[in-house]
Every structure is written in C-alpha cells, then in structure tokens.
C-alpha cells in the first residue's frame, strides 16, 4: 500500500499566557491508503489541533503536509478541502432546516469531482446503503435520532467522491451500540470502499476496532 498522507517535520506552536507552548515537534508519520486510523492521545495532547492542520483549516509554523504526494499548500487549500477530503464531527455539523437528501445533494454541490448526473437517486442510494431509507432522507434532519444523524453525516462525507476521511471524535455523543455501528461503518469503507479513514479519538473501545492506532504524545505520533 502507498502512502496517501504525509506529515513532514510539523511544528505547531501558540502564546499562552505570554509563554509558547510547543504543541506538535518535528512530528512526522505516513497514513496508507485503504486503512482505518485512530489517533489516541490526553487530554491537551494537540488531537484537534491535529486534525485542523491535516484537514487544511490551519497552517504548521513549520514542516509540509503532503496528499498523495502533493504539498497541500501547493494544491491549495480550498481546493484540497473541496475536492479531497471530507470530515465528520462529533455534533454532526448538518444544516438542520435541511433534509437528509438535501444535505447529501449539498455536499455533491460543492465539489468539482466528477460526479454521477441523477445525483438525487444517488444521494438516495447512498443514505440507504448506511441505514437511511427513503421516508427517512425526505425528513429535517432535526427530526432523526442522534445515530442516525451521524449516518446522515458520514453519507454526505462520502457525497462528494473523496478518498481521505476525517472524524474528530464521532461517537461521542453516541451510546455504545449505535458508537459499534458507526465504527463498523468506517471499517468497511476502508476495507470495502479503499477509503482511507483518521478518527481522532479518546475512546479505547473505539481504538480497538481499528487497523492501526497512533498515539499523539509530547508533540510526535507513535503507532502503539
């Protein structure tokens, strides 16, 4: 398997109290294609500062970011947001006086990948096939239950064609069967789908389902 993320010599740092505070230290580690990571670390290790920089949303002090081999500085990156990744967080961040169906259908909107023409039976198709039939994508998502939320939520990352998925603690808010069906899920799109999957995590349950665990440690990842 080749690499599909890179991460060389990260530096992140911020001014606390008139102190810098070191938060990631020449961190380095590669991410393969196809696989299910989870990054564990304590509290206050840098998980969401992390995850901000690899998804783009924030910028190293220092160090590259490298998506298939490309700097994402280089791709852009708006662009690398738009067209490469997609994440899912733990408060599902959907557009409540949407629909299911029309939260997946925006997300095909604003990509420039190429997508299928009758996106709406697409979207359709792709809500059932995580447990969303019809009569439930045609309702306000306000109106499903949180599970199925976060279903709805991991359809629309899959919406827009991309092969990176983030997941900043996405069963938090879950009880612990409906976390075992949402992990389940990522499982299978990376062993099915050849999606390669990051959940940043503090849950050990969670971690033991997945192919590879990290640990995110004194500012550096370690594979556990």
Avoid at 65 to 81: A, M, P, Q, V
Avoid at 138 to 154: K, M, P, T, W, Y
Avoid at 192 to 207: F, L, M, N, P
Wanted: proline residues 2%; aromatic residues 8%.
């Amino acid at each position: 398997m080749s690499a599909i993320l890179e991460l060389e010599n990260l530096n992140y740092s911020y001014i606390d109290g008139g102190y810098e505070r070191q938060i990631l230290q020449d961190l380095s580690y590669s991410f393969e294609e196809k696989q299910f990571y989870t990054i564990l670390g304590p509290s206050g290790s840098g998980k969401t500062t992390l995850l901000s920089l690899v998804a783009g949303l924030d910028t190293p002090k220092s160090g590259r970011i490298l998506f298939e081999g490309k700097d994402i500085k280089e791709i852009g990156l708006h662009k690398y947001r738009r067209n490469d990744i997609s994440i899912v967080f733990q408060q599902f961040n959907l557009i409540s006086y949407l629909t299911a169906l029309e939260n997946v259908l925006l997300a095909m909107s604003e990509t420039d990948n190429e997508l299928p023409k009758d996106r709406k039976n697409v979207a359709y198709n792709l809500l059932e096939r995580f447990g969303i039939v019809a009569s439930k994508a045609d309702r306000l998502v306000n109106q499903l239950s949180g599970g199925e939320q976060q279903r709805v939520a991991i359809a629309r990352s899959l919406a827009s064609n991309v092969n990176l998925i983030f997941a900043d603690e996405p069963t938090g808010n879950l009880d612990t069967a409906t976390e075992k069906e949402i992990i389940n899920i990522f499982k299978d799109l990376a062993h099915e789908y050849g999606k390669t999957i990051i959940v940043v995590t503090h849950s050990d349950s969670v971690s033991s389902m997945s192919d590879q665990r990290v640990l995110l440690r004194d500012g550096k990842l370690t594979k556990l």
